[in-house]
């Protein structure tokens, strides 16, 4: 499937199919699609529980209002952002430096950019949903491309979901990901309003 | 160019050719693709400010410590998120309900709903974080699909930004994103680390 194509034919599914599992390989292949998104810095601040026993799944369901296709989907993804991915830019940077794409004194001067940059609350907190949201379409158009379906949520309890899933405190729930094959009865894909009305050229005034 | 190999290839570039711009037309349907990702009740909660005009991009170059790329771009989006987007659901859900995909009484209905959820000020701005984000991903893996490189940045501005190129109260800017056709000199894709590292099934134990 072409990305254009995988991009326009995309919708959010509600309904999966229940008789279709994934492996563990084919989720781990689908998080290997998610961390080719850019983040700042390279930090790489995204972490993903995939959601795949059944008794897991019912208890996902239960903090997440109920919707069942947490239940039905072959997975779903509790995508994470790291309210604190500077200090593990050092690891995340590693490879880079391994590679000699960069030096060590790279790493620790983009380390020390980041924990300035990172110190306010607000500023980690923007980076850990954008993070985590890049992560998460770029895994939603790799499952497309893949045949499979994809419903994002942000219908669900944050401190249920830490505490259920044992997420440790420096982690924010950015949205959950529910993957699998789709079943019949899916909305159609939904219109969206024209290019028009949301796009401006150089300056955003009457926006 | 398939949705996987778009994802694979793509990396953030720093060096764009300054002598092939995109016309308006190219430029709107990057937009097109880029509105295709989801958001929360399809509120489409995205805007985009194309900046291309070279005095515009010496302006916005000032306002994002000065990174060369701004200027170098065929165009640098400004990817905004609507703080309050609910407000703006009815017009956006509009086109569903004259496609019959969904009843007024839905759209009042989730207006509703989301009117209550984003009353709060830090879900309104992760919403304003996250649909913008999704949208930029789109964008760039749409702009690679059509050969194009992309330089997602954070390192900017807001306040100057916003003053620049008035840039409305109710938006947050999310990131800026140079799209133009790549010229030499660009990092090669930067190593990530390894899935295992970043992926735990069924519990976020030891994360």
Redesign the interface.
């Known amino acids: ?8 034919s ?1 919708i ?1 599914a509600n309904k999966f199919d229940t008789g279709k599992p994934l492996s ?1 390989h084919e ?2 292949e689908l ?3 998610a ?4 983040s ?1 810095f ?1 930090q ?1 601040n ?8 059944k008794e ?1 799944k019912e208890r996902l369901k239960a903090v997440s209002f109920n919707q069942q296709k947490v239940a039905d989907a072959a997975v779903t993804f ?1 995508v ?1 952002g790291d309210l604190k991915g500077y200090e593990r830019m050092p ?2 940077l590693a ?2 430096v ?2 000699g ?1 960069i030096t060590q004194k790279d790493s620790d001067a983009w380390t020390g950019m980041a924990a300035g940059m990172y110190a306010e609350a ?1 500023m980690a ?3 850990a ?2 993070s985590g ?2 992560a ?3 895994l ?3 499952a ?2 893949k045949g499979l379906a994809s419903g ?1 949520m ?1 219908g669900f309890d944050p401190d249920g979901v830490r505490r259920e ?4 405190e420096r ?1 924010l729930p ?2 959950l990901l529910p993957v699998g094959h789709a079943a019949p009865g899916n ?2 894909r ?4 024209p ?2 009305d ?8 009457g ?1």
């Open positions: 499937m072409t990305a254009l194509e995988a991009i326009r995309r959010s563990q989720v781990r998080v290997e699609y961390v080719e998104a850019p700042s390279n790489q995204w972490r993903f529980v995939a959601v795949t026993r897991a509790i994470l690891e995340a490879p880079s391994k590679a794409l607000r907190r923007d980076e949903v954008r949201s890049l998460a379409m770029t939603m158009l790799a497309a491309a994002p942000i899933f044992k997420i440790p982690y950015v949205l909305w159609p939904k219109p969206r309003l290019a028009g949301v796009l401006r050229f150089d300056s955003g005034e926006l």
